[in-house]
């Protein structure tokens, strides 16, 4: 089992980013101002349950890990871009340097898009959007 010790810090915050910014790119995709503290909470709340349950060591470190990688102001095409850069390269990573805990990012990654999504009205179609370019990031299916 994989851990945070497995990985540099940049292989680490490449991970991290790829979780928080999917969330983030979810919640930018459809900007209605009111969803957005809704949407923050289900991200957070999202982690919290993944660090305190997750029966992956690597996924409840990086669900504890602090802040997004993100500054405050950043657009919605630099979130778009940087976290699915970052989760290319995170599925990528954790291919070559453990394929075992692959599944299990995956599975953090599309259920915290899917926690932000689904916190404020229902999934709209720009989430839906935004979560099928965060799905092709990682490998597709």
Do not use: C
Request: negative net charge.
């Amino acid at each position: 089992m994989a851990t945070k010790a497995d990985f540099t810090e940049d292989e680490w915050g490449t991970l991290h980013k790829g979780v928080t910014g999917a969330g983030m790119l979810v919640s930018v995709s459809d900007r209605d101002f009111t969803d957005t503290f809704g949407e923050a909470g289900a991200l957070a709340k999202r982690l919290r349950k993944e660090h305190e349950q997750s029966p992956s060591e690597l996924v409840r470190e990086l669900a504890g890990t602090h802040g997004t990688g993100f500054g405050f102001t950043a657009s919605p095409q630099k979130v778009e871009a940087e976290t699915l850069e970052a989760l290319r390269s995170a599925a990528a990573m954790l291919a070559a340097k453990a394929p075992g805990e692959a599944e299990a990012y995956r599975q953090l990654v599309l259920a915290v898009a899917d926690s932000v999504a689904n916190a404020k009205g229902g999934v709209k179609a720009g989430e839906t959007a935004a979560i099928e370019k965060i799905t092709d990031a990682l490998g597709g299916s």
